[in-house]
Every structure is written in C-alpha cells, then in structure tokens.
C-alpha cells in the first residue's frame, strides 16, 4: 500500500495563517479527506473533495491540491485549532478498494 | 442525525480473538452509497483504516491484516461487527467505526465517527 507523508508537528502564532500538507502518490488519482483529533476525542471531519466543509466548520478552514500534494489552510488560527491532524484518501497502489492515513500533524497554536 | 457506537471487550488476551460491533443510527446499510469503515489508533499514534463494508455487502480489508479481520452487518439491527483474530499486544488500540461516504469515488471521506473502545491486549 501507498504512503501519505505528514510533518509531525507546525506552529502558528494565534491569528496567524497556518498551512499542513500531506503527500503521496494517491493524491495523483484521489482526493485527500482531513480529520482534525483533540485529546482524548474521536477524529472530526474538517474538509472533504476538491474544498468542502462539512456543516459546523468554520470557513477559516479551507483545502487544496497540486500533484501529489494536499494542503490544509487554516487562516486566522485560533487557540481552539489546536489539535493533531490527519489526511487519508483512497489508495491508488492496489487494484482493490483500500484506504490509507497520513502520519498526522500536531498543531500547536502560540 | 446520525451516531455510531463501538461495542466489545476492553481487554483480550494474546492470541484470542476480538469482536467489535457497530451499532449506528441515523442512516441504513442498505440504501445505495452507504458504508461503514473500522479505523482503529494505538496509544499516541496515528489512524489505521482496517476494514469497509458496503450497502451491497462488498467488503474490503487492510491488505497488511487482511488474514486476521472478517466485517459483516447485520441491516436489520443496524449493526457492523468485526472480528480480528490472533490478537497481540501491538493491536492494543482505540478502534473506531465511521460512517463511510463516496467510497468508490475519489473523494472517500469518514464523516461521523464513533467514540471509540480502548482495546487493551495483555495477559
């Protein structure tokens, strides 16, 4: 199976704009999902597709794609970002359904 | 509105064999798109996708723990249960069922999630 490739940890200064990526192969063929995870918390649903928010996300979150490369922006960060973040999207090294996660990010907000 | 509950043994013992069920509310396994994914997280680690089901009842698995996982569900109680066999204490973990949507398309994604059970693995 395929990789998707996070930094382990990223600061931003409160209010300030921050920028986690995620890489890897299957980013060419499949969109990245991003799930952001408090202490203690089941993962939450940030950004979906091409730059979707599920109702209840702030629109200070936003998503984007180039290559084998998916970025979670966060502009405007606020003390409550502060959290681990993952990525996931399909696998594209198989010829079966399979899904794959990033290493995640934590995010620590100054 | 849609919830997801993870149900089993806190503890198991090396080499038994795990049983997690699912139960969910809020949507049907058998309308057409729908899917439910088990994820399971060791202590301060990162997120593992193990296993898909389908509304049509196809099913998926982690190709590195293909051998030791089987999904199933039952429609009628709303229910997703997986078994995980040979269990080991680097399977100790948080394991979680979500609501899986667009699976088949490129734009997979988890959008509710279960709390979670702490699966501990020792003797």
């Known amino acids: 199976s395929s990789e998707l490739t996070q930094d382990p940890a990223v600061s931003v200064a409160l209010g300030q704009t921050v920028r986690i990526t995620c890489q890897g192969d299957?980013?060419?063929?499949?969109?990245a999902s991003w799930y952001q995870q408090k202490p203690g918390q089941a993962p939450v649903l940030v950004i979906y597709?091409?730059?979707n928010r599920p109702s209840g996300i702030p629109d200070r979150f936003s998503g984007s794609s180039s290559g084998n490369t998916a970025s979670l922006t966060i502009t405007g960060a606020q003390a409550e970002d502060e959290a681990d973040y993952y990525c996931?999207?399909?696998?594209?090294?198989?010829?079966?359904?399979?899904?794959?996660f990033g290493g995640g990010t934590k995010l620590t907000v100054l | 509105q849609v919830t997801l509950r993870e149900s089993g043994p806190a503890l198991v013992k090396p080499t038994q064999t795990l049983t997690l069920t699912c139960t969910f509310s809020?949507?049907?396994?058998?309308?057409?798109?729908?899917?439910v994914s088990w994820i399971r997280q060791p202590p301060g680690k990162a997120l593992e996708w193990l296993a898909l089901?389908?509304?049509?009842?196809?099913?998926y698995y982690s190709t590195s723990l293909k051998t030791r996982l089987t999904i199933s569900k039952d429609t009628s109680k709303n229910q997703v249960v997986l078994t995980m066999t040979n269990m080991d204490p680097v399977d100790t973990a948080t394991y979680y069922c979500?609501?899986?949507?667009?699976?088949?398309?490129?734009?997979?994604?988890?959008?509710?999630w279960g709390q979670g059970t702490l699966v501990t693995v020792s003797s």
């Open positions: 299957s980013l060419r063929s499949y969109y």
């Open positions: 996931n999207s399909r696998d594209s090294s198989g010829n079966h359904l399979e899904v794959v």
């Open positions: 809020g949507f049907s396994l058998s309308t057409s798109g729908m899917c």
């Open positions: 089901i389908d509304w049509d009842d196809d099913k």
């Open positions: 979500a609501r899986t949507l667009n699976a088949y398309s490129s734009r997979l994604f988890f959008d509710y």
């Open positions: 597709g091409k730059n």
